[in-house]
């Protein structure tokens, strides 16, 4: 069975609500890594995972433990372009789908207006945080955990055939 991978680090909490709730309802396992503590209410399908603190070090886990079918739960582009290349799906916490065809145009805009930042010029950031972004979320949530529950076998190209 697929897992939802979170990047709790940088997560909003109305996400994390939407996540916890979408995990024990649909019975699969959702882990929030970070490397602090996150606190979720208890539940069979939710658990953290504590990594140690550095550059990336959560993101990192995250992608060694991914596997193809995953979803993983980030605003880090560049972890959602690894979880893309080990065959995960991706999409951001506003929720807006990563795909294979939109991951590297989304990289080198990161990466241009990083370099325009560091000149000095300042872009002023996302938009607030609000319903428009947060039902959106929960739209490609749901779609996901509909897709990996009518075909579970298939998520991580396991073979839907019995054996004969």
Known sequence: MPRIWVDADACPG?????????????????????????????????????????????????????????????????????????????????????????????LNLRDFMDTMRSSGVQSGGPSPYGQKERQAFANVLDRYLARVKAAPGVARGEDESPPE
């Open 14 to 106: 109305v996400v994390r609500e939407i996540i916890v709730r979408a995990a024990n309802r649909t019975r699969v396992e959702a882990v929030f890594v970070a490397n602090q503590q996150v606190r979720l209410p208890p539940g069979p399908f939710t658990r953290s995972m504590q990594v140690p603190g550095g550059f990336d070090v959560a993101d990192q886990a995250i992608v060694d433990a991914a596997e193809p079918g995953d979803l993983v739960v980030t605003a880090d582009i560049p972890l959602a372009a690894d979880a893309i290349a080990k065959g995960a799906e991706a999409v951001n916490p506003r929720g807006e789908p990563y795909s294979p065809d939109t991951i590297r145009q989304k």
